[in-house]
T-cell receptor, first 115, second 114 residues
């Protein structure tokens, strides 16, 4: 079974803090994704990574950056957290080959509150 | 650009009743279509997916979905709902280009009455 884990389930930070959200997958997937989930808006893609040290902006990258130094780990960074970044953050991974290459597997999510 | 619409934000059904959740998509070519379920406090779990072939797709937990190209729809169905099905359901469309990005609908929250 694919396993995607996220470092925290709940996080409370103050405005202006630097925030790190960590995601680890154990299935040697090439592709990894960060989404934020807000009520009524579904999931929106922040950043994705095709492979180590590679990253691409998604639909809403402003205020975020990412890091992929190792294949299994994909970090989302909020350089200076703001209250409008209060949200649920979901990480996903995907194999880039074979019959399941279109299927993304999700972690449990991190609910971030910025005060 | 691809898009997904889930017209129903909330749906309430009685336990044992049938269920249909609607999903309409916009995409220029043959889409890849997915239904995910999110239980309270959890991440997303894949219920089923359609890539090609038979337009009626069977998934886990007794769910099925039917791809109707003429209606640009991929509705999710279950003949008899269980209380444990209460969750939020997301429809997603994927492209078959090199990026294979998913676009998600806004979600439908299902409540089940005893």
């Amino acid at each position: 079974d694919v396993k995607v884990t996220q470092s925290s389930r709940y996080l409370v930070k103050r405005t202006g803090e630097k925030v790190f959200l960590e995601c680890v997958q154990d299935m040697d997937h090439e592709n990894m994704f960060w989404y934020r989930q807000d009520p009524g808006l579904g999931l929106r893609l922040i950043y994705f990574s095709y492979d180590v040290k590679m990253k691409e902006k998604g639909d809403i990258p402003e205020g975020y950056s990412v890091s992929r130094e190792k294949k299994e780990r994909f970090s989302l960074i909020l350089e200076s957290a703001s209250t409008n970044q209060t949200s649920m953050y979901l990480c996903a991974s995907r194999l880039d080959r074979g019959p399941t290459r279109e299927t993304q597997y999700f972690g449990p999510g991190t609910r971030l509150l910025v005060l | 650009a691809q898009s997904v619409t889930q017209p129903d934000i909330h749906i309430t059904v009685s336990e044992g009743a049938s269920l249909e959740l609607r999903c309409n998509y916009s995409y220029g070519a043959t889409p890849y279509l997915f239904w995910y379920v999110q239980s309270p406090g959890q991440g997303l779990q894949l219920l089923l997916k359609y890539f090609s072939g038979d337009t009626l797709v069977q998934g886990i937990k007794g769910f099925e979905a039917e791809f109707k190209r003429s209606q640009s729809s991929f509705n999710l169905r279950k003949p008899s709902v269980h209380w444990s099905d209460a969750a939020e359901y997301f429809c997603a469309v994927g492209s078959n280009n090199a990026g294979n990005m998913l676009t998600f609908g806004g979600g439908t929250r299902l409540m089940v009455k005893p």
